[in-house]
């Protein structure tokens, strides 16, 4: 059974810093992206970052370069997303997600084979 635990959300004041986690179970560690989603109440799900392990190819939506980091520990399948200089705008629920590394680190949502349950990251003003 594949399984994708998301944690490390919280509560935090405008710029803080959280650390996501995202860890893999029951499939191929370097045949699939992990990219994180977050959505907001009324919102879209929307990509935020992503990684293939298989090539380090990265990619991060605009409102997020400069200050969240995606990186993977490949011993362990996890990847982590590093939060710095939080804004009250970051507020969402914080999804991990699959997909096979053909389609890169970011993919159309309906490529996605697996989802995590998802982590709530709050930012206070």
């Known amino acids: 059974e594949v399984q994708l635990q998301a944690s490390g959300g919280g509560l935090e004041q405008d710029g803080g810093s959280l650390r996501l986690s995202c860890a893999a179970s029951g499939l191929t560690f370097d045949d699939y992206a992990i990219t994180w989603f977050r959505q907001a109440p009324g919102k879209e799900r929307e990509g935020v970052s992503g990684?293939?392990?298989?090539?380090?190819?990265?990619y991060y939506a605009d409102p997020v370069k400069g200050r969240f980091t995606i990186s993977s520990d490949n011993a362990k399948n996890i990847v982590y997303l590093q939060m710095n200089s939080l804004k009250p705008e970051d507020t969402a629920v914080y999804y991990c997600?699959?997909?096979?590394?053909?389609?890169?680190?970011?993919?159309?949502?309906?490529?996605?084979?697996?989802w995590g349950q998802g982590t709530l990251v709050t930012v206070s003003s």
């Open positions: 997600a699959a997909v096979r590394r053909d389609w890169g680190p970011y993919a159309r949502i309906d490529l996605y084979d697996y």
């Open positions: 990684i293939s392990s298989s090539d380090d190819s990265k």
